[in-house]
């Protein structure tokens, strides 16, 4: 049986912007860290503000780590010459929350299909080696409910099982929201099964 993954590799920040020639074209490569789909477009548009003269603006991006979802946009290119070979850098670097942009200034000669594909997968390429790639863990949330006389029970689990708190309510009867490593969920759970009173409630949960 395969390990269950729980780790992916993304980018920490943007890059600097790298430039590719090819017959007096200039093909501008930006790679971007990304949380939402929603994002691209906003970045597309600051980068069209800085190349408003470019021909082409062409990208590729992938979300999340067990779920992947991914677009590629060759923007006005030939079909297929543009945005699925700025994400074959995606894949290649194996990394995902990250959008490639490659801005294209036409120098007068055409390039052929060939020229395209190797001009923007060569771009993307350089882009992705400017990057800091990063690994992270895929994490599991849940939410833990007891009484205040319980409170260092819990909180000696938390510790011990080295868990993140994301958000904690304090009273009478608290509630504290954790997360944890994929991998290390279940033992998670099992080190408050002792502890009766305690409350654990799944992130999947109706009423979490």
């Not at 477009?41 to 999340?64: D, M, P, T």
């Not at 894949?91 to 299909?113: A, H, M, N």
């Not at 990063?134 to 833990?144: A, G, L, P, S």
């Amino acid at each position: 049986m395969s390990e269950e993954i729980d780790s992916y590799k993304t980018i920490s920040r943007p890059t600097e912007e790298v430039l590719y020639k090819e017959k007096n074209s200039k093909f501008f490569g930006y790679a971007f860290p990304i949380q939402k789909e929603e994002e691209v477009k906003e970045i597309l548009e600051s980068i069209k503000k800085v190349h408003y003269n470019a021909r082409h603006w062409c990208y590729a991006f992938q979300l999340g780590a067990e779920q992947i979802y991914y677009r590629a946009n060759d923007d006005g290119e030939p079909s297929n010459t543009a945005g699925a070979h700025i994400y074959g850098q995606i894949q290649s670097f194996e990394v995902t929350d990250v959008l490639i942009v490659v801005v294209r200034y036409f120098g007068g000669v055409k390039l052929g299909v060939g020229g395209l594909i190797t001009a923007y997968r060569a771009t993307a390429q350089m882009a992705m080696e400017e990057a800091d790639i990063i690994e992270k863990t895929i994490d599991k949330k849940f939410k833990v409910r007891f009484e205040y006389k319980d409170m260092n029970n819990v909180m000696r689990v938390i510790k011990e099982k080295n868990l993140n708190i994301l958000d904690q309510t304090m009273e009478m009867s608290c509630e504290i929201e954790l997360s944890i490593r994929k991998s290390e969920y279940p033992q998670a759970l099992e080190a408050f099964v002792p502890f009766y009173e305690v409350k654990v409630i799944e992130a999947d949960a109706e009423d979490y």
